[in-house]
């Protein structure tokens, strides 16, 4: 009966691009029109095997049929918009020049400023890009998440409307960071959006984006997400995933990153909200010398669930990656984590390594980790390594000797912890704002900021 349920949940998915693509006609066969078949594809490999389930082993440790089982409706159009007194308490400090807010899956125009940003540099919503530069877009949007195999971002390239967009040229180097913030109002659920982003930066080219996934109220509603990252020859790029999503809600998020030779990338994913997160970051080293770093920390408490699910592949010689995952988990909260590096024929010298650190404040909390490596090249060297653990009780003596009570010294032992994950931030603004949020969530943490 549950199994018969779903499969309606499937057939209402597509049912819904039905709709959507007879009342977008028009639009969809103007400019857009290169777009409607890559829209087909993706609902007919979505209907093709619906969504995953546990049986599936990269779907193991996260069931999803919460998700499959609700019937969600997409948002046509914001209830409501909110204010910017609502939602500054999101803003890292520092980050005001460049700003694209969208809400409920819409762009907020009205708590934007996208103006500020000058110079070569394509930047705005991806609706509007879609129009303005149809070619640019055309030629990268969908080339590197694949919708075979891959249900939630199957769906999201059928119904996405809109996202951000932006375009760096040639040694175009961009001084002030770029903020991308998505509000979830939680009105009149369940409801779904499938925000999509598009980055590309040309070879030379330097940027620092900070994505941010906010609920301002409760709610039962769904956040699906497809972010592509572009990074040419010899560019550099900071990216931070910032979740603070209704911790009833759901969120699936994919971020495929395919980089040329020389380049750089760091990206933090950091996890303080919603009820089950996935996190799929997929990323290629397709050109010599590239280099990247996947970092990541969660705080959960309830029955909150995080997964971060990681593939990264070394196609070229001389690449190096590190990925860097912890887990603070208290109550009956998971974390999950799931990390397969890949080492391609001839791509020697490879050097990369993948960790995961989970802390347990409770009896009933569990993590699991699932490091996993392919290698099929000579001249490498590839490790992994993955702790779980409660508070050290010696440190907790040690602190408690001096005269520091219990509930504080636990804290002060959590937040030390944590900290190490947020060490290799680069943007102080975004250290800061992490800071406060993690602090916020911590125990007797107003006697610790008092010390800091």
């Given at each position: 009966m549950v199994g018969t349920g779903i499969r309606s949940v499937n057939e209402a998915y597509v049912s819904e691009f039905l709709r959507l693509e007879g009342e977008r006609k028009e639009a969809w066969s103007g400019a857009q029109a290169w777009l409607t078949p890559v829209r087909k594809a993706a609902i007919a490999a979505f209907a093709e095997h619906g969504f995953p389930d546990t049986k599936q082993e990269e779907w193991r440790f996260t069931d999803v049929s919460p998700i499959a089982a609700t019937a969600f409706r997409p948002v046509d159009k914001p209830v409501r918009t909110p204010s910017r007194r609502e939602i500054e308490a999101y803003y890292p400090a520092g980050i005001e020049a460049c700003r694209l807010v969208l809400v409920d899956g819409h762009f907020a125009p009205e708590l934007s400023a996208i103006d500020a940003l000058r110079g070569a540099a394509c930047f705005g919503n991806l609706g509007s890009a879609l129009v303005r530069h149809a070619a640019l877009v055309g030629g990268y949007l969908g080339q590197y998440a694949a919708v075979r195999g891959q249900p939630f971002t199957a769906l999201n390239t059928a119904f996405f409307a809109d996202g951000a967009f932006l375009y760096l040229p040639r040694e175009a180097v961009l001084e002030q960071p770029i903020h991308l913030l998505f509000v979830s109002t939680g009105a009149n659920g369940p409801t779904v959006t499938h925000p999509r982003n598009l980055i590309v930066l040309g070879p030379g080219s330097k940027a620092t984006v900070v994505e941010s996934y906010v609920g301002i109220a409760e709610g039962n509603y769904f956040t699906?997400?497809?972010?592509?990252?572009?990074?040419?020859?010899?560019?550099?790029?900071?990216?931070?995933?910032?979740?603070?999503?209704?911790?009833?809600?759901?969120?699936?998020?994919?971020?495929h990153i395919r980089q040329d030779r020389g380049s750089n990338v760091f990206s933090h994913a950091f996890a303080?909200?919603?009820?089950?997160?996935?996190?799929?970051?997929?990323?290629?080293?397709?050109?010599e010398g590239a280099e990247c770093r996947l970092d990541g920390l969660s705080v959960l408490h309830g029955r909150q669930l995080v997964e971060n699910h990681l593939r990264v592949e070394h196609a070229r010689s001389d690449c190096r990656s590190r990925e860097h995952f912890r887990s603070i988990l208290d109550d009956r909260s998971r974390g999950i984590f799931s990390g397969r590096i890949v080492v391609r024929p001839g791509a020697r010298k490879t050097d990369a390594k993948q960790t995961s650190?989970?802390?347990?404040?409770?009896?009933?909390?569990?993590?699991?980790?699932?490091?996993h490596l392919e290698i099929f090249a000579d001249d490498v060297k590839c490790t992994h390594g993955v702790a779980i653990g409660q508070i050290d009780e010696q440190a907790l003596f040690y602190l408690r000797a001096r005269g520091i009570a219990e509930t504080t010294a636990r804290t002060m032992l959590i937040y030390a912890f944590a900290c190490e994950a947020l060490a290799g931030i680069r943007l102080p603004s975004v250290r800061r704002h992490l800071d406060d949020m993690l602090l916020a969530r911590l125990p007797r943490a107003g006697l610790l900021r008092e010390a800091l």
């Open positions: 699906n997400t497809v972010t592509e990252l572009v990074v040419g020859e010899s560019a550099s790029i900071d990216h931070y995933k910032l979740g603070h999503e209704a911790e009833d809600a759901f969120h699936i998020a994919a971020l303080i909200g919603g009820g089950l997160v996935r996190n799929d970051i997929s990323v290629v080293l397709e050109g650190r989970n802390l347990l404040l409770s009896d009933e909390a569990r993590a699991l980790a699932k490091p």
